[in-house]
């Protein structure tokens, strides 16, 4: 499977749901909504799961990067 993004693309970071907040998703609420640009990707192979995608994405005019799954973005 490919990857869903590739680097250069605008991305928007999905809204977190409210049901099943772990301290990660707490930490990303704060970034729900907000564009930005992939600068980079990678995939695991966790061994239930086959293929998947972790991007690098730069947000705002600060350069801030972070790193989120391929089902907490959307395209831009």
Request: without cysteine.
């Amino acid at each position: 499977m490919p990857a869903r993004y590739e680097i250069g693309q605008k991305v928007k970071i999905r809204p977190v749901s409210e049901q099943s907040l772990s301290a990660r998703d707490s930490d990303l609420r704060q970034y729900d909504g907000l564009t930005g640009e992939v600068t980079n990707y990678y995939w695991i192979s966790p061994p239930a799961h086959g293929v998947v995608y972790v991007y690098t994405v730069r947000i705002g005019a600060g350069g801030k990067d972070i790193v989120l799954h391929e089902d907490e973005l959307e395209r831009a």
